[in-house]
C-alpha cells in the first residue's frame, strides 16, 4: 500500500490544519502518528477499515478528530485548537491486512507515508 500524506505547515497557537493520506489502496484501517523531536513516535488517531469506528488519543482529545472518505481512499485527520506541544512529525499509516479493526500500535503498521511537518508557533 503506497500512500501519500498532505497539509502540513506552519500555523499559530490556536490555528487549524487538515491533514489527508491518499492511500492506492482501500479497505485497510488507517492511523496517524507523530514524533516529535527526542520523542517517541505516539499514535494520534485511527479509523478502521470502513469508518464506521475510530479513536483520538487522549493527548488531543476534543481537538482532533480523524475520519475517512472511501470513495476517496482518503483519510483525514483534523486539527483544530493547535498547541505548539503538537509541533511534529506527522505521519499516516495502514494496517498490515484488509479490512482490520483500529491499530494504536506502531508495530501493527504494515505501510507507512512520508511524514508532513506541522509546526505550531505560540
Known amino acids: 500500500v503506497q500512500l501519500q500524506a498532505s497539509g502540513g505547515g506552519l500555523v499559530q497557537a490556536g490555528g487549524s490544519l487538515r491533514l489527508s493520506c491518499a492511500a492506492s489502496?482501500?479497505?485497510?484501517?488507517m492511523s496517524w502518528f507523530r514524533q516529535a523531536p527526542g520523542k517517541e513516535r505516539e499514535f494520534v488517531g485511527g479509523?478502521?477499515?470502513?469508518?464506521?469506528?475510530?479513536s483520538i488519543a487522549d493527548s488531543v482529545k476534543g481537538r482532533f478528530t480523524i475520519s475517512r472518505d472511501n470513495a476517496k481512499n482518503t483519510v483525514y485527520l483534523q486539527m483544530n485548537s493547535l498547541k505548539p506541544e503538537d509541533t511534529a512529525v506527522y505521519y499516516c499509516?495502514?494496517?498490515?491486512?484488509?479490512?482490520?479493526?483500529?491499530?494504536?500500535?506502531?508495530?501493527?503498521?504494515?505501510?507507512w507515508g512520508k511524514g508532513t511537518q506541522v509546526t505550531v508557533s505560540s
Open positions: 479509523v478502521n477499515w470502513n469508518g464506521g469506528s475510530s
Open positions: 499509516a495502514a494496517s498490515t491486512t484488509q479490512f482490520s479493526l483500529i491499530v494504536t500500535g506502531s508495530g501493527g503498521m504494515g505501510s
Open positions: 489502496v482501500n479497505h485497510y484501517a
